[in-house]
């Protein structure tokens, strides 16, 4: 008996309608919730969880609790699996409905994998430079290194107040966080603009001020973290520190510099900007250690090289025409090296992962102002990438003969006048 209620509760039509009514619900408030949230933190708190607790609309927090995401998406995949299971009938009557079910499966499944599997990726680099990793763009990393050895700390261990000991890090010292912010803004601390004492006397703090900002919520904007730690020994205290992502990213180093070039000239931002990216050294434990926070990296077993970056636009205009990026892919362990061109309507798929075209500095300007030309690629590794064409194809074709069928005896039953 109990077991064919369950059958019974899982294969109900009724569980499916009020399934699909809750995910109405979920993206009308989900939706809502982007200009509070923003488009990546609305994602998060409604989409990727189990159970929504909680909503942003309108400026104030609603006292709400609705099923998130995953499991009403993975209660609607048991339901239509286990209608498709029961009441599957090999039959032609029923070939197209069956088709189509299996399609819309076919759909849920890879909409999950997708959504657990998949990586979001950003290749930055300059003509003839060479990358054999990509950074994320939503996660970081606190890095120790020495020499080859490299400790790296994912940012969701750095909270307030949190030691982190070396019987975990496998480090010299403990990293005690004093604060986090996870978005973050500098200031150079030139000579007359300076408001009050440092952070810290150590590395980049004794130049700069970092304060915290409110987390961004468009899609064109990002933040950009910062840490303020102290390491501690047995035998003392190292000193407190500042990591922060200004200081890990090249891209973020070279805005600054550009931001200082109007106010101070090329000369002097380039100054600053090489003070912000200076190597931060510890002495600990007989070894020599640099920290900073960076992008979350992903290595691979091949390396791409930049050869040439090129940017044209419709001529007697600046409207971009054509980005396209030379590439040299050298893979060590099957031997291959070949060059490709990556352009905008045409990605490089290669070890799983797809390079597409995302941002460029190069083009005629940008050699004018003595710029290397740049370019970043946007990396994506998505196992399910063929489960949408799959399904899709299913579904069509599984309408497309369950309407021939029924057109075929409509026509067949039609007496001649």
Not at 2 to 17: E, G, P, Q, R
Not at 159 to 182: D, M, N, Q, S, Y
Not at 394 to 401: K, S, T
Request: charged share 15%; hydrophobic share 40%; aromatic share 10%.
């Amino acid at each position: 008996m109990l077991i064919k209620k369950i059958v019974d509760f899982f294969t109900s039509l009724k569980l499916t309608v009020v399934l699909l009514a809750f995910s109405i619900v979920l993206v009308f408030v989900g939706t809502l919730a982007q200009v509070d949230e923003g488009l990546y933190g609305a994602q998060a708190h409604y989409f990727k969880q189990w159970i929504v607790i909680g909503a942003h609309l309108f400026g104030h927090k609603v006292p709400l609790i609705l099923p998130g995401g995953y499991l009403i998406g993975v209660l609607l995949l048991v339901n239509l699996v286990c209608g498709h299971i029961y009441r599957f009938q090999f039959t032609t009557k029923k070939l197209g409905i069956q088709l189509a079910h299996a399609g819309v499966i076919v759909l849920l499944v890879g909409q999950l994998s997708t959504d657990l599997l998949s990586h979001e990726l950003q290749m930055h680099f300059a003509e003839s430079e060479t990358r054999n990793y990509a950074d994320s763009a939503t996660d970081y990393e606190l890095v120790f290194a020495s020499g080859n050895e490299l400790t790296a700390i994912s940012e969701r261990s750095l909270k307030p107040g949190t030691e982190l000991l070396p019987a975990k890090t496998g480090l010299p010292f403990t990293i005690r966080v004093r604060e986090h912010w996870r978005n973050s803004d500098v200031v150079f601390r030139a000579p007359m603009l300076q408001n009050g004492p440092p952070i810290s006397t150590n590395g980049i703090a004794a130049n700069f001020d970092f304060q915290p900002r409110p987390d961004v919520k468009t899609t064109d904007q990002r933040n950009v973290p910062t840490a303020i730690i102290d390491l501690l020994t047995p035998s003392g205290s190292l000193g407190t520190w500042v990591a922060s992502d200004w200081a890990g990213d090249a891209s973020l180093a070279a805005a600054v510099r550009n931001s200082y070039a109007t106010q101070t000239g090329a000369g002097m931002a380039q100054k600053i900007a090489g003070q912000l990216i200076a190597p931060q050294t510890i002495q600990a434990g007989g070894k020599t250690f640099t920290l900073t926070l960076r992008p979350a990296r992903v290595y691979n077993p091949f390396t791409l090289t930049l050869l040439k970056a090129t940017h044209t636009t419709y001529p007697g205009t600046d409207i971009p025409k054509d980005f396209r990026r030379r590439v040299r892919i050298d893979n060590s362990k099957t031997g291959e090296k070949r060059e490709v061109e990556i352009s905008m309507n045409h990605p490089l798929r290669y070890g799983g992962y797809t390079y597409y075209q995302y941002q460029m500095d190069a083009g005629q300007m940008t050699r004018e102002a003595g710029r290397t030309p740049t370019s970043v690629l946007s990396v994506v590794r998505n196992p399910g990438w063929l489960t949408p064409y799959i399904g899709c194809t299913m579904v069509a074709l599984g309408l497309v003969i369950q309407f021939l069928y029924h057109l075929v005896g409509f026509v067949t039953k039609r007496k001649p006048k």
